[in-house]
Nanobody
């Protein structure tokens, strides 16, 4: 059974940092690309960042480039999202995602709130 468990969210002031973690189980983690999505209130879920199976390639949406970093530790079956210089518009629930045989699997999400 595929499980994705996100942790690390919270309340942070503008300009602050947070590191999200997603612990994966139930599949061979090292073989799959991983993604972080987010969904703000009243908005559609959007892809924030992606990383290939080896970690050799990453992609980000324009709004977070230069501020967010995605990484993974295949020995720990964990993917990370380091978020720096956070802005109020980064406020959202952040979800970890993997596609296996065309089916998307999601974690429960972790709330990130950027506010003074």
């Amino acid at each position: 059974q595929v499980q994705l468990v996100e942790t690390g969210g919270g309340l942070v002031q503008p300009g602050g940092s947070l590191r999200l973690s997603c612990a994966a189980s139930g599949f061979t983690f090292s073989l799959y690309s991983m993604r972080w999505y987010r969904q703000a209130p009243g908005k559609e879920r959007e892809l924030v960042a992606a990383i290939t199976s080896t970690g050799g390639s990453t992609n980000f949406i324009d709004s977070v480039k230069g501020r967010f970093t995605i990484s993974r530790d295949n020995a720990k079956n964990t993917v990370y999202l380091q978020m720096n210089s956070l802005k109020p518009e980064d406020t959202a629930v952040y979800y970890c995602n993997v596609y296996l045989w065309g089916t998307g699997h999601w974690g429960q999400g972790t709330q990130v709130t950027v506010s003074s």
